[in-house]
């Protein structure tokens, strides 16, 4: 599971520096400052939890259920998170509706919530 966590965390980290670099250059010229601004949201958490699935990677053995459940809760909750927001924010410029993937950002916010606070309960394993 460390492996997974590890290049889960460096990958995102390398898509979020990309899509980041796309969203600046090439979308700006196309994209409305609304779409762009949820775009970058995106690109943002993309890259906040690509850290904290290093650290944790580092810090964590993942030898107990809750640490497991804790990584995938980071790796699932970004995907659908970032992804969700990006097909939504790209939605707008290829005149197709992404409504359908509406619920799906609260869905990765969620498992994001389930991560930190299941990173909270580690941590106070860990120094307890």
């Given amino acids: 599971m ?3 966590v590890l290049l889960v965390g460096a990958s995102y980290g390398l898509l979020s520096v990309v899509l980041g670099a796309f969203g600046a250059h ?3 010229k196309i994209m409305s400052a ?3 601004q949820s775009f970058e ?3 943002k958490y993309q890259m906040y939890h ?3 699935l290093l650290m944790v990677g580092f810090y964590f053995t993942f030898s107990s259920k809750i640490e497991n459940y804790m990584a995938w809760s980071f790796i699932i909750g970004t995907f659908l998170f970032s992804v969700s927001i990006y097909f939504l924010a790209l939605g ?3 005149n197709q509706p992404m409504t359908w993937l509406g619920p799906i950002t609260p869905l990765g ?3 994001l919530i389930v991560g930190w606070a ?3 309960v580690n941590i106070y394993n860990k120094i307890s």
Avoid: D
């Fill in 34 to 36: 609304e779409a762009l």
């Fill in 109 to 111: 916010g969620l498992l």
């Fill in 26 to 28: 090439a979308l700006k």
């Fill in 50 to 52: 690509a850290l904290v």
């Fill in 92 to 94: 707008k410029i290829w």
């Fill in 118 to 120: 299941l990173l909270t």
């Fill in 2 to 4: 460390k492996k997974i």
């Fill in 41 to 43: 949201i995106g690109v």
